[in-house]
């Protein structure tokens, strides 16, 4: 086996809870266990294409585990594929794949670890193509990667939104009032059905079962035939009715995936408000699903995806990413892992347990 002797890390994409988590478990490995030297690009693929970076040693990683963040940045806007920058004054993207790859021949690096979701990794895998050394570790609080059950931070941030549902629920029944949470999950509603099962929701809509407005109306109002005069909704971002479209905020330009999305939480209220009288609430919870401190169980699984990454690479293993299947780490092309986003199934289990316990996807 070829001995390799210093590997590069970058974070890509939207941040999440357990960055500095795995950062810390690639350093503490490639020094501890095969004597590499590790650095760390600052900014996503930004600093790879500008070389901008510091050395992680011991010392740098000491006592991140638990923080969120990254000690690196992160970027979800720079593709050294299309990378933008000011030409004559005005903002042009080209090509400095090459430059990326030059600036890792400098530095000597034997090769790179991506920390990244789909964006990311899709990026990841053009290096791949070009002969870079690349393995991957699954990033992103969606969990709509494929090929692994898990991606670490989605965790941490189903806690934080089941909290947010314990809270509203005591304000929702206070006041007798619906509350709509707003939670992340463009795609897919991961974020959403795992916090809805957990914080109690009345209704969980997601972008993988389009609703109706009235079968939402009807739950609301059974409730209160029962005299349950409040109601909890949680939507995903990306849920929308069917035969009508997502919620989009904005446009980000020079982004890889340039679509932010936003308001159907606030959108569900008005119609919610005008059809039922119903004084209707809405808490966008943004954010704060990406910032804080992972819980154990990410600290946990990102720290066994940092050692794994090293592991993988240290054994010939490029072009893959780490997955966690069942209780074990093991590695798949990164091809499979950006094959398709990984969708809530609507006839599976978890969907099927949640409609037995009276849970409304505002399907039926
Ligand atoms: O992909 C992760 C994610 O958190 C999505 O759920 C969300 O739509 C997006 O990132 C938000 O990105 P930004 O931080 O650019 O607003």
């Not at 500095?20 to 503490?28: H, Q, W």
């Not at 965790?155 to 629920?169: C, F, G, I, Y």
Request: net charge neutral.
């Amino acid at each position: 086996m070829k001995k390799h002797n210093r590997i590069g890390v970058l974070t890509g994409g939207g941040d999440c809870p357990g960055l500095n988590s795995v950062i810390r478990a690639v350093t503490k490995a490639a020094i501890n266990k095969y004597d590499m030297e590790v650095v760390g690009f600052l900014d996503g693929f930004k600093g790879l294409v500008e070389n901008d970076y510091m050395t992680l040693d011991l010392k740098a990683v000491s006592g991140i585990g638990y923080r969120g963040g990254t000690i690196l940045g992160s970027s979800n806007r720079d593709n050294p594929f299309a990378f933008y920058s000011n030409l004559d004054g005005n903002r042009v993207a080209t090509d400095q794949s090459d430059r990326a790859i030059a600036n890792l021949e400098g530095l000597g690096l034997d090769g790179l670890i991506v920390i990244g979701g789909d964006g990311s990794l899709h990026i990841a895998q053009r290096f791949v193509e070009k002969g870079v050394a690349v393995v991957g570790v699954p990033k992103t609080i969606d969990n709509d990667l494929s090929a692994t059950d898990i991606t670490f931070g989605f965790n941490t941030a189903v806690d934080t939104a089941s909290s947010a549902l314990d809270r509203l629920h005591t304000t929702a029944e206070a006041h007798h009032r619906v509350m709509i949470l707003e939670v992340m999950g463009r795609y897919a509603g991961w974020i959403a059905l795992h916090a809805g099962i957990s914080g109690g929701a009345h209704l969980i809509l997601i972008p993988e079962i389009p609703y109706k407005i009235e079968n939402v109306i009807a739950k609301i109002r059974k409730r209160q035939w029962y005299d349950k005069k409040f109601s909890i909704i949680v939507v995903a971002e990306g849920a929308a009715p069917l035969g009508g479209r997502q919620v989009v905020q904005k446009m980000v330009a020079e982004s890889h995936d340039p679509v932010r999305l936003g308001g159907i939480g606030h959108h569900l209220a008005q119609e919610i408000e005008q059809l039922t009288k119903i004084e209707t609430r809405v808490t966008v919870l943004g954010h704060l699903q990406r910032g804080g401190s992972p819980i154990p169980y990410d600290r946990i699984l990102s720290a066994r995806y940092g050692v794994a990454a090293v592991d993988a690479f240290a054994s010939e293993q490029a072009g893959t990413m780490v997955s966690l299947r069942g209780q074990e780490i093991i590695t798949v092309p990164i091809k499979e892992a950006i094959s398709e986003l990984k969708k809530v199934d609507p006839e599976s289990s978890m969907v099927e347990a949640a409609r037995a316990m009276d849970i409304s996807f505002g399907d039926r």
